[in-house]
């Protein structure tokens, strides 16, 4: 089954105390993206990757840092997390060839708690 | 840069009716395309109805249908006989290359 899997779906941290959520894509797709959603602000881009080791900034980046080893796994890293990032965060993947047309697979969601 | 703006932070329809929900955006560029999101309480993101710019005629799926006016920018969502399970939040977002920016959201309530 094409997916976009994360995990975990749920953290509860402290302040200052490094995590990695996860985002894995079966359908090989070069573009990946990480998004949050906080009530009334919609979905913001943090980070996104056109294909291996390309990774760009979105539009909210302060504060998390990303990789892309390969081309399925793109995890989002926050080295010191804050109470403000506190939030629901989405990995999405897509295909490039055709960019401009394809729809966006989005993961189910990590809910992300900062003490 | 780049912006959408859905002027709508909740809407009510009843059941069977029909309901609009607006999308504006502001860009420069004349290639590009629009989409349409419904996530339900589970939070996941479906893909409801994408427009490519390029096209002039409406994209329409099942119920769900687009007023595309690329001159005014503005791409509003028609769902025809509201069914209980539309409520949910719905996203309008904007996509050219890999730049992709989603409106605020609309949540939609349906009345039994």
């Known amino acids: 089954e094409a997916q976009v899997t994360q995990n975990p779906r749920y953290l509860i941290t402290v302040t200052g105390k490094k995590l990695t959520v996860t985002c894995s894509q079966n359908?090989?797709?070069?573009?990946m993206s990480w998004y949050r959603q906080d009530p009334g602000l919609g979905l913001r881009q943090i980070y996104y990757?056109?294909?291996?080791?390309?990774?760009d900034k979105g539009d909210v980046p302060e504060g998390y840092k990303v990789s892309r080893k390969e081309k399925r796994n793109f995890p989002l890293i926050l080295e010191s997390p804050s109470p403000n990032q506190t939030s629901l965060y989405f990995c999405?993947?897509?295909?490039?060839?055709?960019?401009?047309?394809?729809?966006?697979?989005f993961g189910p969601g990590t809910r992300l708690t900062v003490l | 840069a780049q912006t959408v703006t859905q002027s709508q932070p909740e809407m009510s329809v009843q059941e069977a009716e029909t309901v609009t929900l607006s999308c504006t955006y502001d860009?420069?560029?004349?290639?590009?395309?629009l989409f349409w999101y419904k996530q339900p309480p589970s939070r996941q993101m479906i893909l409801v109805i994408r427009?490519?710019?390029?096209?002039?005629q409406n994209a329409t799926e099942n119920r769900f249908s687009v007023n595309f006016q690329k001159a005014a920018k503005s791409f509003s969502l028609k769902i025809s006989d509201s069914q209980l399970g539309d409520a949910a939040m719905y996203f309008c977002?904007?996509?050219?290359?890999?730049?992709?920016?989603f409106g605020k959201g609309t949540r939609l309530h349906i009345l039994p």
């Open positions: 427009q490519e710019a390029y096209k002039q």
């Open positions: 999405a993947s897509s295909d490039i060839g055709g960019l401009r047309d394809h729809e966006q697979f």
């Open positions: 977002a904007y996509r050219r290359d890999d730049k992709i920016i």
């Open positions: 359908m090989n797709h070069e573009y």
């Open positions: 860009t420069s560029e004349s290639d590009y395309y």
């Open positions: 990757s056109m294909n291996v080791e390309v990774t």
